[in-house]
């Protein structure tokens, strides 16, 4: 293995130049704003691989900064050599230095802390649970005041020892917040951060035009054509001069010029082929004595062949309807009650039910904004709002609130920090590390090379010195077993045929640490950065899949041989022996794309291990509640779905590995079905086959056979079998699904 690999500085120029491109180009001025910042932040990748002040793929990538320090990072997992907790004081901190009257810096804060006053303050933090960790570093002084409460000084003192070289520059006290609530409750988003979202929101000016056009410039056009039609005789406009008919005409031009000066939105009324604009300066033309411009009779007519008479039934019901929908309260308007009601409540926080901030209008609402009483709020703005519900995650799931594994995986340390933390038996101590839990799983992840591995929570100093105080009683590993279960169960049950994310999987890892279990979880490696080899962790989780899949379907149908595969050694940090097996199995990886020719490696070891699904079966335990085979059915959905999209699409490369990852797992969710259920489900699959459109049916047809001919005893790898296939989702030379029709 090559120790010396480097990362590209080629990617980091690339985002900073699609960043430039968006800061000047987008119309979006809070977009470039974004764009600028993110162009910065990529500036400063650069120039540090440059100056070599940061080491890209390593785990301490900032020069003088230790592991336990988050950094800014940002995508593809880059570090721009700033710390996350550093920059200038936060306005919580700028009030917490004018209450205690000192300096508005970081050390003068943190020495504040240290004295008996601050301590003080910081001992009612740790009782009221008002406070709020947002990152990790946040919570050592915290940690540093529990200790010394405890009489254990030494601890407090090696916390100290460690973080006071950094109190100049880095936020080690906690920020306001409310205390925590029940822990089997979760949120997608804090009321906070739905606010946010709808304020945000830009206002729609373009409906906001067609609006006052509906209400206030068709309305007017009609006066106006009732106007020059009292002159109409014969078909002929401004043919006969009714009395007082100029007078009238004089008011309509005053009144337009009221109502220009009013309404700005629409511009329609000022564009002179405008049927509207017509009227009104021809109307115009003859007051100021230079007669009427032969545009107005083709207007006259036009606007009555096309909408009919004023007054007349046709025309009548047209602007009854055009009045109501323009009638309509503005998006804007409704937001604005939307953020009144949602003020009142702890903005840190999501709330039990979303039901008193989406009602109808109210009577005294519509006495304060003019909307009328009863008027339903838009689903767009209900479907932000619904983000704040705070419930059960199977509820979350089954509300389309949580509509993917990889919400699923931002949630979960709102549950897995109760677990984790159970066996702290101080209530305060407790509190503390579920908060600082879920700031340290909200780091994002460093792109790590030469097999390098993230940080650990227990490498953290104030995390370290309060190790000691857990119980050994058992109690934290059965209150981890049980979320472990039911996570394991949530992911498979609620999103069948979707791979589980990497932070999901580090959720999970975590967890099973917590429950006294070795399991091997394994992430999705990127093609394009793999270095030919597998961590000894790949190993055994093929190992570990042999004792769900040894004999079953799924063995059979991907040629494996698991027993072959039990008897392997691990040797060191890499074994030769798995490596080996997965570039042998990947077959020939000649072609146009070596990163196609990674990616054939990489899913080969994914089939070997199952892609972390056998853990879960054993020794976690999860079963379903609807049943393996109804897992089956539901992964071959979502294969269909994907490979539907294939057809027509100038980019399918992704959608077809995708689509291969889902039928893995039906297969898989299958190999756990007897015989009869298995017969059952794939007959199944067929008649759901055979009413997909034809170029779907023709692609998976093959894909079908295949599992039938396995289940009659056959084999792939025979010749047995010549108009079966094997799926799978990566090809160097071209995958065969993109050829068939």
Request: charged letters at 25%.
């Amino acid at each position: 293995m090559n120790e010396d690999v480097q990362a590209n500085p080629g990617y980091a120029a690339g985002q900073m130049s699609r960043a430039f491109v968006t800061a000047l180009t987008h119309e979006s001025e809070e977009t470039r704003r974004l764009a600028e910042m993110r162009l910065e932040r990529w500036r400063n990748v650069l120039s540090g691989m440059a100056d070599g002040s940061l080491s890209i793929g390593s785990r301490t990538p900032v020069k003088g900064l230790p592991a336990w320090v988050t950094p800014e990072v940002v995508r593809g997992g880059f570090a721009t050599g700033t710390a996350a907790a550093s920059g200038p004081p936060l306005p919580h901190e700028q009030h917490a230095a004018r209450r205690a009257g000192i300096a508005c810096d970081r050390r003068s804060l943190f020495l504040h802390y240290l004295t008996d006053e601050g301590i003080d303050e910081l001992y009612a933090l740790l009782d009221s649970g008002e406070y709020e960790v947002a990152l990790p570093e946040e919570g050592a002084l915290l940690t540093v005041a529990w200790l010394l409460r405890a009489g254990d000084r030494a601890g407090a003192l090696e916390i100290l020892d460690a973080i006071g070289p950094f109190a100049d520059r880095l936020r080690f006290t906690p920020r306001p917040g409310t205390p925590l609530g029940d822990a089997s409750l979760v949120h997608r988003e804090t009321v906070g951060q739905v606010r946010r979202r709808i304020e945000d929101k830009p206002t729609n000016n373009a409906v906001a035009a067609m609006n006052e056009a509906l209400v206030v410039w068709n309305p007017f056009a009609d006066e106006l054509l009732e106007h020059w039609l009292e002159t109409v005789h014969d078909g002929r406009v401004f043919a006969v001069l009714p009395d007082g008919w100029g007078e009238r005409g004089a008011e309509l031009l005053a009144r337009y010029r009221r109502l220009a000066r009013t309404h700005t939105l629409c511009g329609k009324h000022r564009n002179p082929k405008e049927n509207l604009a017509i009227l009104r300066t021809s109307l115009e033309s003859l007051f100021e004595g230079r007669g009427v411009p032969r545009l107005l009779q083709h207007a006259v007519d036009s606007m009555v062949a096309r909408r009919g008479l004023p007054g007349s039934a046709e025309h009548t019901a047209l602007r009854q309807r055009q009045a109501a929908d323009g009638a309509r309260p503005a998006h804007h308007t409704l937001a604005q009650i939307v953020l009144a009601r949602l003020a009142d409540v702890p903005q840190d926080s999501g709330v039990p039910s979303i039901d008193p901030f989406v009602a109808p209008v109210t009577e005294d609402e519509s006495r304060s904004t003019g909307v009328k009483a009863g008027t339903a709020l838009p689903d767009r703005l209900c479907e932000i709002v619904k983000n704040a519900l705070q419930a059960p995650v199977p509820t979350l799931i089954e509300r389309g609130i949580v509509p993917s594994a990889e919400v699923l995986a931002e949630l979960t340390p709102q549950l897995v920090a109760a677990a984790t933390t159970r066996a702290y038996p101080d209530p305060a101590l407790r509190r503390l590390m579920a908060a600082q839990y879920t700031a340290f799983r909200n780091r994002r992840t460093l792109l790590l090379l030469n097999l390098e591995s993230q940080v650990r929570m227990e490498e953290l100093p104030w995390v370290r010195a309060v190790q000691r105080y857990r119980r050994t009683d058992g109690t934290g590993q059965r209150e981890a077993r049980a979320v472990l279960v039911q996570l394991g169960e949530l992911a498979l049950q609620g999103f069948p045929g979707t791979v589980m994310p990497n932070p999901l999987l580090s959720e999970l890892s975590a967890l099973t640490k917590r429950a006294g279990l070795q399991v091997p979880f394994v992430e999705e490696l990127a093609a394009d950065i793999f270095m030919g080899t597998f961590s000894t962790k790949y190993l055994l989780a093929a190992q570990l899949a042999a004792d769900v899949l040894e004999g079953t379907l799924y063995e059979r149908y991907y040629g494996i041989d698991y027993a072959a595969v039990r008897t392997m050694d691990g040797g060191g940090r890499t074994s030769d022996a798995f490596d080996e097996l997965c570039r042998t199995r990947a077959g020939d990886l000649a072609g146009r794309s070596w990163v196609a020719a990674n990616g054939k490696v990489i899913e080969q070891a994914q089939i070997l291990t199952s892609h972390n699904l056998a853990p879960l079966v054993h020794p976690i335990g999860a079963s379903p509640s609807p049943g393996w085979d109804d897992l089956a059915r539901r992964a071959f959905a979502v294969t269909c779905r994907l490979v539907k999209q294939v057809h027509g699409n100038p980019r399918p490369l992704g959608t077809v590995k995708d689509a291969a990852y889902a039928w893995r797992q039906a297969v898989f969710f299958l190999a756990l079905c007897g015989l009869k259920e298995q017969v059952s489900v794939i007959a199944w699959m067929q008649d759901e086959l055979d009413r997909q459109p034809p170029h779907t049916t023709a692609r998976l047809d093959p894909v079908l056979a295949g599992l039938r001919h396995l289940l009659t005893g056959g084999s792939l790898d025979d010749g047995t079998a010549p108009g079966a296939r094997r799926f799978t989702g990566w090809a160097p030379s071209g995958h065969w699904l993109l050829t068939t029709r």
